[in-house]
Structure formats: structure tokens, C-alpha cells
């Protein structure tokens, strides 16, 4: 066995956040790494509120490859980046870090595994269809990208602060690409196709008053937030009459997936791995 092959088969990753206990990232990337048999440690690593970057500096300073990097560090990690991918720029935030020499590499990979996980793993389409997404918060910012990129016929955000929904659609409507409308949750009104919750809210078990009618026929809903219970979201979704409906574990485990492959060069198979973790 060369050198570089072991040197490749190791590796110490991590993820940031504050807090970070909960996350089920470890588990994820050991259960990829040991597809192949790779010696991969991943750990939770709760970065300090005012030295994020710190953190990241004992992190490589201890041998670290990458890290993922979850809430509130995003945008700090963005900011922390000598280099960025496209996705990551329109996102303006980074989960996905790797080191190239001294270069501070970032990418955002979230979008992808909520594309990934809607269209290939419930199989359900985006392309041609009416979109309305719930929040406008870092969570929505970091998926309009891919979920443009999939041609929706429109995509319709909204959100509680109106303000914020029409900002962020101002700054991704393309001339080309399909309208984006943003405004506010209580003068909703349409019919869509496939309704994307993002609304942090919905963590604690409470979903703000949405009007009935906003689900057409055969419509299907996805919570960006996933539970061991159908989320309250999910379950209005089911009280609609949605057709279908998936929480966020599968885009949690589709956006590790992109990560894991980006710092191991091997793409891992995430349909036992979301088993495992059900
Ligand atoms: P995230 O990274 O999860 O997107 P965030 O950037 O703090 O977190 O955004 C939280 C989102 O949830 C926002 O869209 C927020 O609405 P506002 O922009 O109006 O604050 C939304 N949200 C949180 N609590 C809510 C509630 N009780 N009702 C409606 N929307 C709520």
C-alpha cells in the first residue's frame, strides 16, 4: 500500500456548531466511511460564539481535513474562506470546509442534498412545477440556487417577515430563470405543487396559521427539519390532503454525502445509511 493511499484512507473531520450535541453528522459519515472500510474519525466540536475561527484553527492545527459546519457558523465560515465554490458564493454561507495546502476551501452543499433527496430519492418532480417555500431565513438562502437550477415553473417564497421573502427573491430572480416571488404567510394565496417548509419554528413543535386551499391536486410537502414524529408542518401537509410528504432526513444525509465525497473523492451510498438512522 503507498503512502498517499493511507494518508487518504484516515482522517480526522468534524463539525461545528454551537450547540452542537444533537447533531447526527458523526454517525452519518462513520457508518459512509465504512462502506470502504476508511479509518475516518468524525467529531462534534462546539466552536466558542465569538472565536469561530479559532476553532477552525486548532481543528487544522490537530490534523483536521474538513469539517462541516452547521448553526450559527455558516456565514462566519463563508466569511473565513480564501475560496468558494458558485453555490456556496449565491448561498453566501458555507457547511462544507477542506484545507488545499494553507488555502481555506468552502463549499455549501445543502441545496444539493435537498435537490438530491426530492427528486431522485422520493422521486418527486421539481422541473415544471408551482413551488412555495415556508421561511426566509439562511436555511431557505442556502437552497434557492439548486432548487432554481431544477426550472420550477415558479418558485414563491414566504415568510413571516415580508420584507425578508422579497429581498431574497429580488436577489435570485434571473431574467431567464423562472419567476421568484417573495411576500408575507398571511396574504398567502395560490395553489403549488410541492411546498418546502423552512420555518426553524417548526423544531419546537409549532407551525404558524397557513390558509387552507394553498396544496393542488396531487401536491406533495417536504420539512427541511426532520423528527422521530411527523412534524407539525407535515402533519397540516397530511390534513391538506398532500399526496405525499418527506421530512429532512433524507437532504441531512444527501447533503453529507456531497461533503463526504468532496474530502474523500468517493461518493458514499446513502440509502443504508438513512436506514440506519430511521
Ligand atoms: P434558518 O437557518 O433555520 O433558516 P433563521 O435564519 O433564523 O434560521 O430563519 C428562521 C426562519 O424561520 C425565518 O424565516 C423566520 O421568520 P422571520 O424572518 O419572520 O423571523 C421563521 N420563523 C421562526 N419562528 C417563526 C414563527 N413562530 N412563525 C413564523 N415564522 C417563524
Redesign the pocket.
Known sequence: MTAEKTALEAGLYCVFGNPVSHSRSPDIHHAFAAQRGDAVQYEKREAPLDDFAGAVQSFREAGGLGANVT?PFKELAFALCDAITERADQAGAVNTLWWDGEQLHGDNTDGAGLVKDIRDNQGWNIRKKRVLIL??????RGVLGPLLAEEPTLLRIA???KE?AETLAANVMKGEGPPVLGGG?DNLMGQFDLVIN????GLQG?M?ALPDGLLADGAVAYDMIYGNEPTPFLRWAEQQGANATADGLGMLVEQAAEAFEIWRGWRPDTAPVMALLR
Open positions: 448553526v421561511g426566509a431565513g439562511g436555511a431557505v415568510n413571516r417577515t425578508k404567510l423552512a420555518i426553524s419554528a409549532e404558524p
